[in-house]
């Protein structure tokens, strides 16, 4: 029973349910550099899963006196682990991802210590920097520029935008999210960087594709627009579930951007959308 309770906290702290966007952002960023081999691409899948969890580790513990306020709840301000214990587990997590990506050349280097940093810098400025949500979307950026850095083609122009689009995504739900645990007035401007992928799609698509990236955005869209009707025209609001969702969405914006039109990718990608859904019904994702 104990060690299940830990376990849990753990899972918690992690916020584990995020996960498999992690592992789409992976392979959106690895199907747009050519692939490569299955055994680099596990590889560096792990270490940016120890990238995230890490980061997620310290953003608590650097977060420990807020939460102690506004979020008793939390692991640290409740009991349930000590805040020491958290800042080991944490830069622990962060020194095993970049140790797993050593053999990977010095580009993959490159791009993981500069998502290391980002994630550093958000963790300890979020709560008083008001362009917070920026610093989280360049955590995402450089997350897929780090895995295409270590595909067959490396870094593309499609994979820049790519990670551009996805860094737009993730700033409006951002700013969203900043509104849950204050329940102050929900903006819409937010839906406009939200949209920014389904416009990258319709641009990169022409001709044969065109007919393709349109039924992928509206699915995408569509999913979209159920999540923002929790948070803008329920008559209860409910940002939590309108985040959570979103941050699922995260892998249907990588489906948009990496789908090859193969039954293996569009399986890979409907798994993860599923893991990301399942997993928010044991671990909050927030």
Same mark, same amino acid.
């Given at each position: 029973?104990?060690?299940?309770?830990?376990?849990?906290?753990?899972?918690?702290?992690?916020?584990?349910?995020?996960?498999?966007?992690?592992?789409?952002?992976?392979?959106?960023?690895? #199907?747009?550099?050519?692939?490569? !081999?299955?055994? =680099? +691409?596990? /590889?560096?899948?792990? &270490? $940016?899963?120890?990238?995230?969890? *890490?980061?997620?580790?310290?953003?608590?513990?650097?977060?420990?006196?807020?939460?102690?306020?506004?979020?008793?709840?939390?692991?640290?301000?409740?009991?349930?682990?000590?805040?020491?214990?958290?800042?080991?587990?944490?830069f622990g997590w962060l020194g095993v991802g970049v140790a797993c990506l050593f053999g990977?050349?010095?580009?993959?280097?490159?791009?993981?210590?500069?998502?290391?940093?980002?994630?550093?810098?958000?963790?300890?400025?979020?709560?008083?920097?008001? #362009?917070?949500?920026?610093?989280? !979307?360049?955590? =995402? +950026?450089? /997350?897929?520029?780090? &895995? $295409?850095?270590?595909?067959?083609? *490396?870094?593309?122009?499609?994979?820049?935008?790519?990670?551009?689009?996805?860094?737009?995504?993730?700033?409006?739900?951002?700013?969203?999210?900043?509104?849950?645990?204050?329940?102050?007035?929900?903006?819409?401007?937010?839906?406009?960087?939200?949209?920014?992928?389904?416009?990258?799609?319709?641009?990169?698509?022409?001709?044969?594709?065109?007919?393709?990236?349109?039924?992928?955005?509206?699915?995408?869209?569509?999913?979209?627009?159920?999540?923002?009707?929790?948070?803008?025209?329920?008559?209860?609001?409910?940002?939590?579930?309108?985040?959570?969702?979103?941050? $699922?969405?995260?892998?249907?914006?990588?489906?948009?951007?990496?789908?090859?039109?193969?039954?293996?990718?569009?399986?890979?990608?409907?798994?993860?959308?599923?893991?990301?859904?399942?997993?928010?019904?044991?671990?909050?994702?927030?």
């Amino acid at each position: 029973m104990v060690v299940a309770k830990h376990l849990r906290t753990l899972l918690i702290l992690g916020r584990v349910s995020n996960v498999p966007t992690v592992w789409s952002n992976c392979f959106a960023g690895w #199907l747009l550099a050519g692939g490569g !081999a299955w055994d =680099r +691409f596990l /590889l560096l899948t792990f &270490a $940016a899963t120890c990238f995230y969890v *890490g980061g997620m580790y310290l953003n608590d513990a650097f977060d420990a006196t807020f939460d102690l306020q506004h979020r008793p709840e939390r692991p640290i301000p409740s009991g349930a682990i000590r805040v020491e214990t958290v800042w080991a587990w944490g830069f622990g997590w962060l020194g095993v991802g970049v140790a797993c990506l050593f053999g990977f050349g010095q580009t993959t280097i490159i791009y993981a210590l500069l998502l290391v940093v980002a994630i550093l810098v958000y963790d300890a400025i979020h709560k008083i920097f008001a #362009l917070s949500p920026v610093l989280m !979307a360049a955590c =995402r +950026f450089f /997350l897929v520029l780090l &895995a $295409a850095s270590a595909g067959r083609n *490396g870094i593309t122009g499609l994979a820049i935008w790519t990670a551009l689009a996805l860094a737009a995504y993730i700033i409006g739900l951002s700013y969203l999210a900043r509104k849950e645990s204050t329940m102050a007035t929900v903006s819409r401007w937010p839906c406009l960087f939200l949209a920014m992928p389904l416009m990258l799609a319709l641009i990169v698509n022409q001709g044969e594709y065109l007919s393709r990236a349109i039924a992928l955005c509206v699915v995408v869209a569509l999913w979209m627009v159920r999540c923002l009707s929790f948070a803008l025209w329920s008559p209860q609001r409910n940002i939590g579930r309108c985040v959570s969702g979103l941050l $699922a969405g995260i892998v249907l914006v990588d489906l948009l951007a990496a789908w090859d039109g193969t039954l293996a990718t569009t399986l890979t990608f409907a798994a993860l959308f599923a893991l990301a859904l399942l997993f928010q019904r044991f671990v909050p994702a927030t």
